[in-house]
């Protein structure tokens, strides 16, 4: 079961700009796709990880 309808996605998807996106996007990689911070999650408690 998707979070939002496709509708609802597609719609909020042609309100933002493409290079707003990209950026967002990027910045999501950097982030959850470092070994260590997803080590990190794995190991930590979700109180702890929302404290960082």
């Given at each position: ?7 609802v ?44």
């Open positions: 079961m998707a979070l939002f309808q496709t509708s996605l597609k719609a909020y998807l042609a309100q933002q700009g493409n290079l707003v996106l990209e950026r967002a996007y990027k910045k999501y990689i950097k982030y959850f796709h470092n070994p260590e911070i997803q080590e990190n999650i794995k190991n930590s408690k979700e109180e702890q990880y929302q404290m960082i």
